[in-house]
């Protein structure tokens, strides 16, 4: 049944209020669960527009049943009843969102004959009984422009003033008190507004979550350029100032973006269930899915729709800011300030003034190359920002789409100046970056969802060079000024460019160093400098990785972070780009504790590249590693499995085997319970042994003296397992390969002991070097082969706990070479001389 026969009902049966507003309640309440179904077929202002009109049939109702109440049968005509409900604030300005307050304001003129405090309490004790939340305000005519004196949000709302229901006279003579508050300290009102949304923009940045309702380029910036107009034209649309004020061009795209800021902010609203203006990052999935985006996609629905509210917010930003500046303009005029203004006077109808950029406005734009050759003669002396007079020059100007010699020279000089990125960043508030950087024009906009970044792609990396030329770290500092100018200006590229490859299905590391790669080229950087610029991108996060997730005291680790920069100029380098990337995360994320695990590492790198054959070692190593994750196989096992290959330690176990033998013998320690064998006799005899329980290796190597052992390895592999090689010059039969099974059998026996033959070594055949790396020592023979040799040297070790984490045994034109890897345990080193004692032949 129709809701006014429903109630008209009601009133003739005199029923009581509470039943009325138990009816009302109800189909308010029906009318939101069927929001979502609406805003699938009206999004945007319209649909704002049907909520605004829905609320005011609601209230309209409620009014109309107040005065049947009271007056029965003899209610006179509503222009008669000195009583008006006067909608105020956003739902004045028929932008209610779902869950927004409901201003209202009812203003009346205190007429004897009626009793007009009883029926305006009448239809706010109904209205709050229906479930509105109002948030009310009930004057006297006469008494507004002194109510609006008392706030200037008070003023505000009432600026924004519509009339909903009620007399008309009453309305009209609203209006005109409405009149004489526009009219009212417009000065004081105009430049308080502006500090308001100052400190409102401090207290709202852009960030990942951002509140597009306070945020800078949010609904509060659009009303902001509307209240300012209200005050100083009188007008009720910022449509009225198009084609004096505001180009046609640019309030199309203005209105473009905040539509969709309406759409986004009804989806928030419905996704929510409450009141909410801040896309957070778990709400972002349904409002995608009520916006309509991309259902069979769902990442890239998201990040669509995150990347398209920050480019709204921005095209909101850069128009209202713009257009407030124009409309504020006499407000701001101080004629005390002219002779400083003089003397501002940087080139014509371009000022200077306080390290910031003004342009006369309607002036026709010059060329771009002319603005972009000032603002670096200026950035060469002065960190300077631009006021939105001269971003919308700049807007203005058109960039060639053939970029000449001179202009791409001019680029390229950017990161030659002093203060780089007050350039870069005019250019992005200008909507001018990605046009004269085209490598950017993926990460314009861009969120990250990883949980890490605060802000998107694009400002992280402004904000990286911002840092970069401010750059202030007792440490880094010194290293940064110690580069030459070419260096330097490869690092600024470096510290924009180092997250332009995000956005992609590769690797944004090696996407990211591939359009430096062009891009440097083409800006005419050299050779040498463009490889070095390619190697920090692929490694920017190298630093921050290691010290996070590997063991920073481990050589092995500094090693394999080190090895691919090989000098201490990228090592620098490196360590500065990671202090700019992570200090522009967020504030507090580069602390105290971050710092110091990056000097860690970096003082440890810097000795590790005092040892040129280890950096060259775990460098081939690297190479392999790169080869291995290549492998489809590899790709196919667990990613635990795969990173413990990744973990074994010796980097000669990755140089002297293939990718595909690497991973076969990771695959098969999987298995290993206790121990593991393999007997080749095919040639010459070969032995694989897996084993996680100890081995009496000195045993083992006795037993099979009586064959020449050529080539012998060790590997410590992972899960407690350790890998031996044993390779001999002889050859045996098939019926011989049972009798070696049990000997390696009984070498698992650790009390079985075999009386050995001492070799004969000279003192200067062995050398022992201590100070090998800070986890491993090294033994070293050179020495005649001989039979029972390496049997000998593995039973002494195992006497005194020595473990040996890798050996090499080669044998050549009778003479041995066996090097030993040998963990720092405290049984080695400490027994030096007892070690030589044993071994030298007297």
């Not at 409900?85 to 007429?111: N, P, W």
């Not at 049972?738 to 059998?745: D, H």
Request: proline share 3%; with cysteine.
């Amino acid at each position: 049944m129709d809701l006014n026969i429903e109630i008209e009902s009601l009133l003739d049966k005199q029923a009581p209020d509470f039943k009325i507003s138990k009816l009302l309640k109800q189909e308010i309440r029906n009318y939101l669960d069927n929001l979502e179904e609406i805003f699938k077929e009206t999004q945007g202002k319209a649909f704002l527009v049907h909520h605004t009109r829905k609320v005011d049939q609601f209230l309209s109702i409620i009014y109309k049943v107040v005065l049947r109440k009271m007056f029965h049968s003899f209610q006179p005509m509503r222009n008669s009843v000195p009583i008006a409900l006067v909608a105020l604030g956003s739902y004045g300005r028929e932008q209610l969102c779902v869950h927004s307050d409901i201003d209202l304001m009812i203003v009346y003129k205190d007429i004897p004959g009626y009793n007009i405090k009883e029926i305006i309490e009448k239809i706010l004790y109904i209205a709050w009984d229906a479930g509105f939340q109002l948030g009310h305000r009930v004057h006297e005519i006469s008494e507004l422009p002194e109510v609006s004196r008392t706030d200037i949000t008070i003023k505000t709302a009432l600026l924004e003033s519509r009339f909903i229901i009620g007399s008309n006279f009453i309305w009209m003579e609203t209006q005109r008190q409405l009149g004489v508050i526009r009219r009212d300290n417009t000065k004081e009102y105009v430049l308080a507004k502006i500090q308001e949304a100052a400190t409102r923009h401090k207290k709202n940045p852009i960030s990942m979550e951002p509140n597009i309702k306070e945020s800078i380029g949010g609904v509060r910036d659009a009303n902001l350029a509307f209240w300012i107009a209200s005050v100083r034209h009188n007008i009720f649309n910022l449509k009225e100032l198009v084609g004096s004020i505001i180009e046609e061009s640019d309030y199309t795209e203005y209105r473009s973006a905040l539509e969709f800021i309406f759409r986004v902010r009804a989806a928030l609203h419905l996704s929510a269930g409450k009141k909410e203006d801040t896309l957070r990052l778990e709400l972002v999935p349904n409002v995608a899915n009520l916006l309509g985006f991309e259902k069979g996609n769902p990442a890239k629905a998201q990040r669509e729709l995150v990347s398209r509210t920050f480019q709204a917010l921005d095209t909101i930003r850069k128009k209202t800011a713009y257009w407030i500046g124009v409309l504020a303009k006499p407000y701001l005029f101080n004629s005390d300030n002219l002779p400083l203004l003089r003397n501002s006077l940087l080139e014509p109808k371009i000022f200077l003034c306080e390290n910031t950029l003004y342009a006369k406005r309607e002036q026709k734009p010059k060329t771009f190359l002319y603005y972009l050759k000032l603002m670096i003669k200026i950035s060469n002396n002065h960190q300077v920002k631009a006021d939105a007079s001269f971003c919308h020059l700049i807007d203005k100007t058109e960039i060639p789409k053939t970029k000449g010699k001179q202009l791409i020279g001019a680029i390229r000089q950017i990161f030659y100046t002093k203060y780089s990125s007050s350039i870069i960043d005019i250019l992005f508030k200008s909507g001018k970056l990605s046009e004269v950087i085209p490598p950017l024009k993926r990460i314009m906009y861009l969120p990250q969802f990883d949980g890490y970044h605060h802000y998107p792609v694009d400002i992280h990396s402004i904000w990286t060079l911002s840092v970069m030329d401010r750059i202030d770290h007792d440490l880094l500092k010194p290293l940064f000024d110690k580069l030459d100018k070419d260096s330097k200006a490869m690092l600024k590229l470096v510290a924009l460019l180092h997250d332009a490859g995000k956005g992609r299905i590769r690797d944004h590391h090696e996407v990211g160093a591939d359009l430096f790669k062009i891009y440097a080229k083409k800006l005419g950087f050299n050779e040498q400098l463009i490889k070095e610029g390619i190697l920090l991108i692929r490694h920017h996060t190298r630093m921050t990785k290691t010290i996070h997730n590997e063991d920073i005291y481990d050589e092995s680790t500094v090693s394999k972070f080190v090895a691919p920069l090989n000098s201490q100029k990228l090592l620098n380098m490196l360590f500065i780009l990671t202090y700019c990337d992570v200090k522009s995360v967020e504030d507090g994320v580069y602390n105290s504790f971050t710092d110091r695990m990056l000097k860690t590492l970096y003082f440890s790198a810097l000795q590790i590249l005092e040892k040129p054959a280890i950096i060259d070692e775990t460098a081939k190593r690297l190479r392999r590693e790169q080869a291995l994750k290549k492998l489809p196989e590899f790709k196919e096992i667990p990613k635990s499995l795969q990173k413990k290959i990744l973990s074994i330690e010796s980097n000669l176990f990755f140089i002297k085997h293939t990718p595909k033998e690497v991973l076969d013998i990771g695959v098969k320690v999987k298995n290993i319970s206790n121990y593991s064998m393999k007997i080749d006799g095919t040639d010459t005899l070969k032995i694989e042994i897996y084993r996680k329980v100890p081995i009496n290796l000195g045993f083992l190597l006795g037993k099979l003296s009586h064959l020449e052992l050529v080539a012998m390895e060790i590997f410590k592999l992972f899960d407690g397992v350790k890998y031996f090689v044993l390779e001999f010059n002889d050859t045996i039969s098939s019926d011989e390969i049972p009798m070696v099974e049990k000997i390696i059998q009984d070498s698992f026996d650790m009390e079985k002991s075999i009386k050995l033959i001492k070799p004969k070594i000279k003192r200067k055949e062995i050398s022992i070097d201590c100070e090998h790396s800070k986890s491993y020592a090294t033994m070293q023979i050179k020495t005649s082969n001989q039979r029972g040799l390496m049997a000998y040297v593995a039973h002494y070790f195992d006497k005194l706990g020595i473990d040996i984490a890798s050996a090499v045994i080669t044998t050549r034109k009778h003479r041995v070479n066996d090097f030993f890897l040998i963990e720092k345990n405290g049984n080695f080193c400490t027994n030096k001389e007892k070690i030589l004692e044993e071994l030298v032949e007297k």
